[in-house]
């Protein structure tokens, strides 16, 4: 079967202007216990790859600039 | 991903642990401070800094055995009474003996717990019968205790490698095994002396009501892989039809916690307000009270704390918006459910394996070992009913402890290179294909069914429907496409989640009698049958290579239960007025 790529709101937001990913800091990538985050190498910004949230926030507890906030995923609001 | 041949890294070790959650570290620490000579492996599959059941941290633990509170005899009378008489006494009491050392260890290194002004433990009543609930109202710090600890003795921490299969070395025993790395692809052989399993529930397995895979009761990256490991190494898993089913928020799928507010006045009310269990304890006969109350004009169900005082409520929030599954505060904030003036309604989880929570797990014995030589196996994945974090933690230290004997007196088994490769193989299988279906349909298909056919009231004809469904998507497993490493995890992660579910059916099926309240009711064998089914099931993999299930007698009761006591856990309804 071939694939489709369908687009979906993600419940990890990361505020650009603070996130350091530029300077090399890979904190929340390194703790997501999912793996679900990524760095965009153009941007030099995290960023949620995978909707695959536990809603767990080790991301947000762990960041060292609090450039990221978890929201709550839309199915389950 | 590339058809290129695969990057493969061979490496030994003496014990390997395989999940750095809650019972892994424990265990890999005792190994090392046994012997610090031996060279222990902890692999991950996530980071061992953030994984697991407890990556935020815990508010309490649920079965403290606290000298003045109560004996292990006592813990060990109920928790038999609350799995309706189907433990081995000697795992639990094994526990129960240890459970006081081990907490004041944890707060050695640093773990706060619940102390009155005097400095002593303040354990509180939740259960049906004792005193086992303390509170750990800065619980969020777990982890990073345990972190520095595995530093400090020199771990050998592997994080992002998902074990995939177990090696058994030429007489059975267990060898060591292959995990694949979920960023890269790459290829890790551990040989090892002996290996301990700590890979946590089988949380992915029904599928939440709000439909989002993730949005699971447990860690979601405990989807089973444990599960699978061990049966397909050969060894014996028992009780699995005792489901973990679960009293959450509705929707959030996170525990209220009843436990948290219980000893504060908070407690389970239904539409009216009003108490209907006796009990806020996790078992399977509250979970069937809490059910049926669901399907009533009186349902749905709520925690109720709006009764309490102002400051009890600032209180309970920060312990449950701080520990455990901290975004509960946001889930609450955005619908407008304040403790205050809100009751917070109340569903059941979806199903799953847990025995933290139940009677099911990889069979061991009172020293964490499993039925294949090497192989220990603790935490939530083992059969020691009701074990919890400190369970976790104290039966990760028998194996620990255990695994370092052993090695003392066992060589490196061989391994098989055929095997290995054959491995190689049926894993990266997905990355060769170019189009097909996703694990994301597979994994959503599985666990449709797992809901459908498999939630109790459990119905002979379903369960057998849900074995043709299973069969058939194992088919389609030839179709699975993974175009990155990491839907490549997704991917070995549906494998184990299909086994799991074919062990679900295969083992509720079996025992044909209800038993374990909603866990295991059978609509078409409604009565609890002591006569035929007053021991334990075990399943494993046969001589053919089939799914088998055998009966395995309960070993001899250590603490003898008084008649008049057995259905304790069986009057947990408010009696009628």
């Known amino acids: 079967m071939p694939l489709a790529n369908q687009a979906t709101g993600v419940p990890v937001s990361v505020d650009p202007e603070t996130c350091i990913a530029h300077k090399g800091c890979r904190v929340c990538v390194d703790v997501c216990p999912l793996d ?3 760095i965009d190498a153009e941007k030099g910004v995290a960023f949620m ?8 926030l080790p991301c947000e507890a762990d960041c060292p600039t609090g450039a990221i906030s978890v929201s709550i995923p839309y199915l389950l609001r | 991903m590339s058809s290129e041949a695969p990057v493969c890294h061979e490496i030994e070790t003496d014990i390997l642990v395989i999940g750095g959650g809650t019972a892994g570290p424990m265990a890999a620490i005792k190994a090392k401070e046994r012997n610090p000579a031996l060279r222990v492996v902890l692999l991950e599959k996530a980071n061992v800094k953030r994984s697991g059941a407890i990556s935020m941290g815990m508010d309490g633990l649920n079965n403290a055995v606290v000298p003045g509170y109560a004996t292990p005899e006592q813990y ?11 433990v081995d006494q000697k795992p639990v009491m094994a526990y129960a003996t240890r459970s006081f050392e081990m907490i004041q260890y944890l707060d ?3 773990i706060k717990f619940d102390k009155d002004r005097t400095g002593e433990y303040n354990v509180r009543k939740v259960h049906h019968m004792g005193t086992y ?11 990073k205790i345990l972190y520095r600890q595995l530093r400090r003795l020199q771990v050998n921490i592997t994080n992002r490698f998902m074990a995939t299969r177990l090696l058994n070395g030429p007489d059975g025993r267990i060898a060591g095994a292959v995990a694949c790395n979920t960023r890269t692809g790459e290829f890790l052989t551990v040989r090892a002396k002996a290996v301990i399993l700590c890979c946590g529930a089988a949380g992915r397995l029904g599928l939440p009501s709000s439909g989002y895979l993730f949005g699971t009761y447990e860690n979601p990256t405990n989807c089973g892989d444990g599960y699978a490991m061990a049966y397909h190494a050969g060894a014996e898993l028992a009780n699995l039809e005792c489901f973990q089913i679960n009293p959450l928020i509705k929707d959030y799928n996170g525990p209220a916690c009843a436990y948290v507010t219980g000893p504060f006045g908070g407690f389970t009310a239904n539409a009216k307000g009003a108490r209907f269990i006796e009990c806020d304890y996790w078992s399977g006969q509250m979970m069937l009270e809490f059910w049926r109350e669901l399907q009533s004009g009186n349902g749905p169900v709520f925690l109720k704390v709006d009764h309490l005082a102002p400051e009890t409520i600032g209180e309970i929030e920060r312990i449950l918006h701080t520990n455990e599954r901290p975004s509960r505060g946001r889930f609450h904030a955005r619908r407008g459910t304040d403790y205050r003036t809100t009751q917070v309604e109340m569903h059941i989880s979806e199903i799953g394996f847990c025995g933290g929570h139940s009677a099911s797990g990889v ?6 070992r499993s039925t294949v030589p090497g192989l220990y196996v603790a935490g939530d994945m083992a059969n020691v009913a009701h074990n919890y974090m400190l369970g976790a933690f104290v039966n990760g230290a028998y194996a620990g402890e255990d695994a370092a004997l052993y090695c003392e007196s066992t060589d490196l088994p061989k391994i098989d290179a055929g095997f290995i490769a054959e491995e190689q193989r049926r894993v990266l299988a997905p990355t060769k294909r170019e189009d097909g279906l996703t694990p994301y349909q597979l994994e959503y298909k599985t666990r449709r069914m797992v809901n459908d056919y498999l939630q109790p009231p459990k119905v002979t004809r379903k369960m057998e429907i849900a074995q043709q469904r299973f069969a058939e998507i194992r088919e389609d497993l030839d179709l699975m496409v993974a175009r990155d490493p990491h839907e490549l995890l997704r991917a070995n992660e549906v494998r184990s989640i299909l086994d799991c579910a074919d062990m679900a059916a295969h083992a509720s099926l079996f025992r044909t009698e209800s038993r374990w309240g909603l866990y295991h009711l059978r609509t078409d064998f409604p009565a609890t049958d002591d006569t035929d089914w007053f021991c334990h099931t075990v399943l494993f993999k046969g001589p053919d290579g089939r ?5 395995r007698p309960i070993a001899p009761y250590i603490v003898e239960i008084p008649e008049a006591e057995r259905a304790a ?3 947990l309804r408010v009696a009628a007025e």
């Open chain 1, 36 to 38: 679900v985050l990524a």
């Open chain 2, 133 to 143: 609930v303390l509170p750990m109202p800065e619980g969020h710090n777990v982890k």
């Open chain 2, 363 to 368: 069979f061991v014995d009172e020293h964490a």
């Open chain 2, 108 to 110: 050695g290194l640093g």
């Open chain 1, 49 to 56: 790859k995978y909707d695959e949230c536990w809603y767990c």
């Open chain 2, 547 to 551: 799914m088998t299930s055998k009966k």
């Open chain 2, 76 to 86: 060990v009378k109920e928790i038999t009474i609350a799995n309706d008489g189907i």
């Open chain 2, 569 to 571: 856990y069986s009057r």
